[in-house]
Structures are given as C-alpha cells and as structure tokens.
DNA sequence: CATCCGTGGGC
DNA sequence: TGCCCAAGGAT
C-alpha cells in the first residue's frame, strides 16, 4: 500500500463530523471526562444489532424513559418489556435483554462487568457488543469488528474474498488499526465513516478521511466491496391467523412460545405457516374468511396469511389463548405481521356491522 | 460452520 | 415490485 491508514487520522475527522446520538457522548464532552454511562452504551448497541439508527432512537428514548437503570429494566414485567420492544424485530434480544439485566442486577450488584470476557459471559452480548461496550463505556483498546468495520477493512486493503469467509483478514486489519488512546472514540468513528462516507452503495471517497491510503479507492473496485456469497432464494409459505372480537371489545390473543419465530410474542391463533390446510379454531364460532391477506417477509421466508374473523358473546371460553380487554389492548405491541393482520381484521369487521 | 431470527427504508 | 441492507447472537 501507498501509505498506511492512521487512526488519528480519523479522529480527527470524527471531532468535527460525529453524529450527535442520544446514547452518545461527544468526542469534546468525553475529552472533558463525561463518561458513558454503561446500561445506556449497552442498550443502544444491543438495539443496535442488526438495526437501523432511525429505526433504533424512539425506542431507546421510550425505554430509557421507562427504565432509567439496569435495576429498573431488571424489575419491569416481561409482557411489558416486550410490548415495548415489538416492532424492533428479532424478538431474542428483549428476551436476553431483561435476562441480561436481571443477572446484573442481582449478581453485579447493578454494577456491569468492564472486561471483554466478563461482558461475554452475559446473555445476549456476543464477541462484537462485549468490545463495543468495553471499548466505548470503559475506554479499553477493544478490536471492535461490526459490519461497518468489515466493509472499511475491505476496501482500505481492497480485499476480494468474499465474507464471511473474509472474517479472519478483515479482523487481523481491524486490529492492527486499533489505538491504545481514545479506543472508545475510535470505535464509534469507524461506525460514523461506515453510515456517512464509507456506505454500501455509491461511497463519497473524495470526502473520506482515509482516502490516501485506501486500496479500493486507487484501484475503483471501493463500490463492490465487501464481496459476499450468494444467498439463498426465499420460500414463500401459507398459514391461517384467526381474529375472535368478543361484544365486549375484547381480543382473543395467544402468547408465543418463548423460543423460535416471534418467540415470547403476543399474536393470533392460527396455523404453523407450514402451507397445511385449515386448522383447529381457537374457538367454536360463526368464522368468515376475510378477502385479503396479510403479507410479510421475514429473514428466510415469505409469508401469506390468510384472516378468519368472528365476532363472539362475551360468555365464550376460547381452547387456545386469552381474551385482552379493549382497554388494554395495543396493537403496537404486537409484531409487524400480527399488527398487520389487526388492521386488516379490523377493518373486516367493521365493514360487517 | 450453517441456519435461524424482523423490520423499515432506499433504490 | 423485489431485492439489498443495518452497530450480531444463539444454537
């Protein structure tokens, strides 16, 4: 390479252009020593997983309202930290999260592990989230090696193999990279180069902080990288989903089981999705199989859901689930394919009356 | 090591 | 519209 990367280099362009977040200290607020506060740190970067950070700060504003420490979190009922988590998507992390904030709670005495291993050790925190934290809440030099670091490693060293296979090069780059001063700050400027500058699509190299040394840039190969295998087609599967209105108002819903899809979700009674034929109603009523279905796409598969309604006097006991009054009942607290059933639902039932 | 696990936005 | 993508972890 023409020249090697330095990591000051990009500090210096994180002082002028960090990103103000809300679980963020500033770079000029941390060198006057503002520290993190490590339950906020360990919040974001667990919403953080695999989420957007528009889709990520409501969420981290409302849950940080509700639960202002890790002992507040740790005391909250289950149902309502997942209703307040739904939408988000990958319903393990509220599931590991309160997990993880009960074991803090009430073995560190409310108090987080400041290590990489005793991070590690911590439901849900997996080999990325114990350096971020380690790196950013309690400044240790961390190899902190997310997607925006693979995809910045790749084209500094404009490396081809393509991912995952690359994992072990790209962290060997990562880590050499890596300073023994302001590792924290470090960490959070690769992340702001990797959603501002360094993006998947079409980056703005004639900006970057890394422009002189990057490889990809020279070679015009920044835009194709990080390579990555193919991935497989998705299947489309078929189910059935039953919405029960008791005269009351109530709603007849089922609490998933805690693992697997929508593990620990509330949602509907219905069908496996696994394409098989009507099943068993929840409960013996007049069902009317609605026009349109719900459709929705999950990581691996394609769902179509087909939408039987029934409206029920108040004195039906239902074989599967329970009733939720009216007044208590949020359909933002379902996730995205059982709301979407709601409001199809809903609007069925209301073309009835 | 491959698979499972959500969602909303951008193009 | 369909596909890609985003601060991964558990099994």
Redesign the pocket.
Known sequence: MRYAADPHDLLRWYDAHA?A?P??VSPADRAAGVHPDPYRVWL???M????????VKAYFERFTTLWPTVGDLAAAPDAQVMGEW????????AR?LLKCARVVAEDHGGTFPDTHAGL?A?????????A?IAAIAFDRPEVVV???VE?VMARLHDIHTPL?KAKPELTEAAAHLTPETRPGDYA?AV??L??TIC???SPACGICPWMAPCAARRAGTAADLPR?T?????PTRLGYAYVARRSDGAWLLEERPD?????G?LGWPGSDWNNAPDPAPPLSADWHMIDAEAR??????HLRLRILVAEVPNDTPPERGAFHPHHSFRPAHL?????KVFDLAQGALADTI
Do not use: C
């Open positions: 990103r977040l679980w963020r974001s970067e667990v953080l997983q695999q989420t957007t950070v528009a889709a739904a939408g988000l998507g990958y319903y393990a992390r590991n590690m911590l439901p849900g925190i997996g080999p990325y989230t114990a971020a997310d997607g925006n995809r995952p959070q992340m702001d990797g959603a993006t998947p699509k990555k193919p991935k497989k087609p998705k693992s697997g899809l929508l593990g979700m929705h796409t999950f990581t691996h598969f996730p995205t394919v059982m709301r």
